[in-house]
């Protein structure tokens, strides 16, 4: 791996790690090995853990105590909160974004979804999950809110991936593209009530797509741990 200019070899290992993460190179739960991975972009070791540090804080990693590095699971109950959390969000910067620039966005709906079409029609899952993420994205560019779009970034990287693992299904993408296709017809048609509505049911739906993956989030040690914790009665 070569560094030009004054980005830090830490910084390309961290965005080239977090990019494998979201697209499924790695499965979630997958142990991460500090001299495989440092080997793997012949960089040393302390770019390496530094990127594994940096990714732990966005919530895409987590290290166990003498055991090691490992990919996020998420439980069920975790996936509810960054739903709920997430459409928050999106609600509320689709309706700045309909007051500021309703046309740009609009615009920016209709070109991803002719592309997620495409895609669909061809059976391209990596490409119609891009134009999806772009899809959502364009909320947040036409709101221009820093703080919403601060907010978003916390965990925008988990929300990505598990895009990515549901987007393989070809279940998923024809029921998401006509989630997406209603909702630019209605920003289309200036209504933002019904996409508002539309919105909120589709964040909020997916985990039912979510839990239909096989082995999406294996018990680590870490989570039997939590579990053991959770079952032991607290002296007083």
């Known amino acids: ?9 830490a910084d390309l290992v961290t965005d080239r790690l977090r990019l ?3 697209l499924g190179h790695f499965e979630l739960g997958d ?3 500090e001299s495989r991975i440092a ?13 594994f540090a940096r990714l732990e804080m966005e919530g895409i990693v987590r290290t166990e105590p003498q055991s090691g590095t490992y990919v996020f699971t998420m439980g069920r109950a975790e996936f509810v909160q960054v ?34 079409e495409v895609a669909l029609r061809e059976g391209d899952s990596r490409t119609y999950s891009e134009n999806d993420a772009v899809f959502h994205e364009a909320l947040f560019q ?22 990515n693992k549901l987007g393989a299904t070809p279940e998923h993408m024809q029921k998401s593209f006509a989630e997406h ?33 096989p082995e999406v989030a294996p018990e680590t040690r870490w989570d039997k741990m939590q579990k053991l914790a959770n079952l032991t009665p607290q002296r007083r």
Do not use: C, Q
Not at 1 to 9: A, F, Q, W, Y
Not at 39 to 51: D, H, I
């Open 1 to 9: 791996m070569r560094v030009d200019g004054p980005v830090s070899l």
């Open 20 to 22: 494998e993460i979201v």
């Open 31 to 33: 142990a991460l090995s």
């Open 39 to 51: 080997r793997r972009y012949e960089v040393s070791r302390t770019p390496v853990r530094e990127a």
């Open 83 to 116: 739903s709920e959390t997430r459409s928050v969000l999106e609600v509320g910067a689709l309706r700045l974004a309909m007051r500021d620039n309703g046309v740009g966005l609009a615009e920016a709906w209709r070109t991803a979804t002719d592309n997620m």
């Open 142 to 163: 036409f709101a221009a809110n820093p703080y919403l779009t601060m907010a978003r970034r916390s965990f925008a990287s988990k929300i990505d991936t598990i895009r």
């Open 181 to 213: 296709k209603t909702l630019t017809e209605a920003i289309e048609a200036g209504d933002v009530e019904t996409a508002a509505t539309v919105l909120d049911t589709h964040i909020r739906h997916k985990g039912a797509s979510f839990w239909t993956v």
